[in-house]
């Protein structure tokens, strides 16, 4: 049990394989009432009731797939046990409308984006994005909910409202009369996701790790998610190949300065080598071409002991006679 399951009560499962479906109906109502087994019965017996009416043949079933995925269909027959309904958000039945005008007003949604399903919910009075794919719930304030349910339609998502009464829970009566700080609940859930990366680098680089497969299947489920997201956001794909063009132009930028700068040094160095040479030049040519000042000043030595000893010599001369 994590800080925040112990701070909230909050039931959170995450994402196994493509089982948002499950994880959206358990993460609903709080507790492991549905697997991919459970599911897949209802799923096939809703695809006989379908072939019995429409008299179509045996074959690929509507309602489920190999992946985990599983239909609106099989979520609407799964919650009948409950008395729970779903109403399409953009119908024009009276909680619809009431939802649309006070979202607040409605305890839960479940949203569906092609193969991806997620549940929104209050406990007491605050609401939390209960995503598979979140590594925690996602605290969502009430001023904001409104907006981000029109940022998911947006972005492609199908909004059901939940009518009826959910199963009573931990969370709701421990939040019933404890308001979470947004701001602590932030702080708490970044920690918590860098402690679980820094678990998975670990667990990845482990000899013998047996969580691998797992890891795979979240980090593919990460990016389908991210992938259906941005390609219902023609303006979040401009700025994000503006983007790319841009690094891309620095990356050039750089390895041409870098070049540059290469250049300039082997310029440097192959000037400061023709200068030594040329110096070396220089010296020998003195050496061989003319005599050093220690030479000439031995030469001028050596001249004037010359003419000293004839006048030294006459003069000898001139005693003796």
């Known amino acids: 049990m994590n800080e925040i399951e112990q701070l ?15 994880h959206a109906l358990n993460n609903l109502l709080q507790r492991e009432y549905f697997s991919a087994v459970s599911l897949a019965d209802i799923a096939r017996v809703l695809d006989e009731q379908e072939r019995s009416v429409l008299g179509h043949r045996s074959g690929e079933s509507e309602n489920m797939d190999d992946t985990g995925f599983f239909s609106i269909q099989v979520l609407q027959k799964a919650l009948e046990v409950f008395d729970i ?9 009276h909680i619809a409308q009431q939802a649309r005008e006070d979202p607040q007003s409605i305890q839960a949604y479940i949203c569906n984006l092609r193969e991806h399903w997620l549940t929104i919910r209050r406990f007491g009075s605050q609401y939390f994005d209960l995503n598979s794919i979140s590594t925690v719930p996602k605290l969502v304030s009430n001023t904001y909910l409104q907006l981000y349910l029109a940022q998911l339609q947006q972005s492609g998502y199908s909004i059901f409202i939940i009518n009826g009464t959910l199963p ?17 609940y932030r702080s708490l859930t970044e920690r918590l996701d860098v402690t679980r990366n820094d678990t998975n680098k670990r667990s990845k680089t482990s000899p013998g790790s047996s969580s691998l497969f797992d890891e795979r299947d979240i980090q593919r489920a990460l990016k389908e998610s991210a992938d259906l997201d941005n390609s219902e956001d023609k303006a979040l794909q401009k ?3 503006q983007s790319l063009r841009d690094v891309e132009g620095m990356d050039d930028t750089d390895s041409l300065n870098q070049k540059l700068l290469d250049q300039a040094i082997a310029a ?33 030595l050596q001249f004037y002991d010359g003419k000293e000893k004839p006048t030294t010599e ?8």
């Open 8 to 22: 909230t009560g909050i039931y959170h499962e995450t994402q196994e394989g493509s089982l948002c479906a499950q």
């Open 85 to 93: 309904e779903l109403i399409p958000y953009a119908s024009q039945q």
């Open 168 to 184: 009573p829970c931990t969370a709701d009566d421990r939040l019933l009369n404890n308001t979470i700080d947004p701001t602590y």
């Open 239 to 241: 700025v994000l190949a």
């Open 268 to 300: 440097s160095l192959i000037n400061d080598a023709s200068a030594a040479e040329k110096d070396n030049a220089t010296t020998e040519t003195k050496t061989t071409t003319g005599p050093t000042l220690e030479e000439l000043r031995q030469r001028r």
């Open 314 to 321: 006459e003069n000898q001369s001139k005693t003796n006679e």
